[in-house]
């Protein structure tokens, strides 16, 4: 069993920043991407950001400039600076993993449980 446990969400007053960080355990194998999806009530889930096994990160245009992802091998953790804070950023933030369990074999993407960002005006 592969779990992806999140923290560091909650409540913000715009321009302030908060620091989300995601942890994976279990059989997590080899970690290729990670990284952070949002969703807001009737929208769909959308990428934010993410970060390859080799560092190559890509982020949501509606971000870039703001929010900073990181990852730490060692602890196969992920982290999501997020800084300037608007009120649009308000959602759920879902970390998802995608992992390998062989070399050769498929990729499985897993999901966290969510943790909720939520920023005042």
């Known amino acids: 069993q592969v779990q992806l446990v999140e923290s560091g969400g909650g409540l913000v007053q715009a321009g302030g920043s908060l620091r989300l960080s995601c942890a994976a355990s279990?059989?997590?194998?080899?970690?290729?991407?990670i990284g952070w999806y949002r969703q807001t009530p009737g929208k769909q889930r959308e990428l934010v950001a993410g970060?390859?096994?080799?560092?190559?990160?890509n982020y949501a245009d509606s971000i870039k400039g703001r929010f900073t992802i990181s990852r730490d091998n060692a602890k196969n953790t992920v982290y999501l600076q997020m800084n300037s804070l608007k009120p649009e950023d308000t959602a759920v933030y879902y970390c998802?993993?995608?992992?390998?369990?062989?070399?050769?074999?498929?990729?499985?993407?897993?999901w966290g449980q969510g943790t909720q960002v939520t920023v005042s005006s």
């Open positions: 279990g059989s997590t194998g080899s970690i290729q991407d």
């Open positions: 998802y993993a995608n992992l390998k369990k062989r070399v050769d074999g498929p990729t499985f993407r897993y």
């Open positions: 970060i390859s096994s080799g560092g190559n990160t």
